[in-house]
């Protein structure tokens, strides 16, 4: 990982700037509300099958690390040389690892706060969630990026189609839509993990299952997400006038868009077994959403609005940990109050400071901007200095 301290890049393409700044607030925002009970419907996952707006973060920012993919590949001319090789295998290991880093400081601090030793809580390998965010987006990357250095770009939507209508088949004769320990994305991740390394999920009775959001066979339709992605790259590279740019992202993710809708019907949208539909559905919101910020702030030069994003899509990563790290300090410190009565400090300031006045919801979704609002302070500071983190 580099901190590089360089001036501003004016020429940067500042709508990719403002999307990946608007998913990266948007994974904060949701991942840290007062309480998990109180949540309003938009800002929650679907349960299954179906889409909500929380549910096109994660896909949006996929499908900007492929657009980004394909402007920092261009430099190695699409060639699977030695220094561009190493440059995608360090940083898939690199945010694969911060992933598992996240995960491990998680259950330390759960560990300390519960009152057990530093090396016994430093030491639950067996309960240490191997799948998760980051490690999604890093083997998603890395896939997608070695075979953008390997075949030729006029083959890559043929390898999509592939991808996608391999994984269709998968999911189709493996019980792959059915929520239940039996499909085969879970299957395959306890035979490879183990349970007690997995995600656990509740099905529609109310139990508890191993059924990780995340899992191993489930990157492969991510791999095509991050490649068509980086087709939309290849799309602005090859365009300089920003009104084409805009004309065939709108019409490229219209089609994508479409197309998903469609195929719903046989093939249900549905975000934690990444299925086909949801990744032509998102990506072709993705693009839409683009092209329209393109127009807005490329164009039309109207970018005051967008300082806010701007400052987590310049350390999109960077912020992300920070969020993680301190999501689970406040979590895990404790403070007294009120003549002995002990809270973390996140339940002290939603249950004893927002909670009363702004109630159970408001008070929740108020916690969350609050906490979003410090992160971004964190990224202000970063790039009031001009300093960006790359990995």
Wanted: contains cysteine; aromatic residues 12%; positive net charge.
């Amino acid at each position: 990982m580099n901190t590089v301290t360089t001036p501003r890049q004016e020429s940067r393409l500042l709508s990719l700037d403002i999307l990946r700044g608007i998913t990266v607030a948007g994974m904060i925002m949701v991942n840290n509300p007062g309480s998990w009970q109180y949540v309003y419907t938009p800002l929650g996952h679907a349960p299954w099958h179906g889409l909500t707006p929380t549910d096109l973060v994660f896909p949006f920012f996929m499908f900007i690390m492929g657009v980004s993919a394909f402007m920092s590949l261009q430099k190695f001319r699409f060639k699977p040389s030695g220094p561009a090789v190493w440059k995608i295998v360090r940083r898939t290991l690199l945010i694969f690892v911060i992933g598992l880093g996240l995960g491990w400081f998680g259950q330390l601090c759960s560990g300390l706060a519960a009152g057990e030793s530093a090396a016994d809580a430093a030491t639950h390998f067996d309960t240490l969630r191997i799948p998760g965010v980051l490690q999604r987006l890093a083997l998603a990357y890395g896939f997608a990026a070695l075979v953008a250095v390997s075949v030729k770009s006029k083959y890559l939507p043929a390898i999509i189609v592939l991808l996608l209508s391999g994984y269709f088949l998968i999911l189709q004769f493996g019980k792959g839509f059915e929520q239940s320990e039996q499909n085969i994305i879970a299957s395959v991740d306890r035979a490879l993990w183990g349970a007690g390394h997995m995600y656990k999920d509740v099905n529609p009775q109310g139990e508890r299952i191993a059924f990780d959001p995340e899992g191993l066979l489930s990157t492969l339709p991510s791999i095509a997400h991050v490649l068509i992605g980086f087709l939309f790259g290849k799309l602005i590279v090859d365009n300089r006038e920003n009104h084409v740019r805009v004309e065939k992202l709108l019409i490229g993710g219209t089609l994508l868009a479409f197309a998903g809708l469609l195929l719903q019907y046989g093939c249900p949208l549905n975000k934690k077994i990444w299925s086909p539909t949801f990744v032509l559905v998102t990506t072709g919101f993705a693009a839409q959403l683009l092209g329209l910020l393109i127009r807005i702030t490329d164009i039309h030069k109207k970018e005051r609005w967008s300082r806010f994003f701007r400052v987590f899509g310049v350390n999109p990563l960077a912020v992300y940990v920070f969020a993680g790290i301190l999501a689970t300090l406040l979590s895990a410190i404790r403070i007294t109050y009120r003549g002995g009565e002990t809270v973390s400090i996140k339940g002290f300031v939603y249950e004893v400071l927002l909670r009363p006045w702004a109630g159970n919801y408001a008070g929740s979704l108020l916690y969350a901007l609050l906490f979003v609002a410090a992160c971004r302070l964190f990224g202000y500071l970063l790039y009031k200095r001009n300093i960006y983190i790359k990995i």
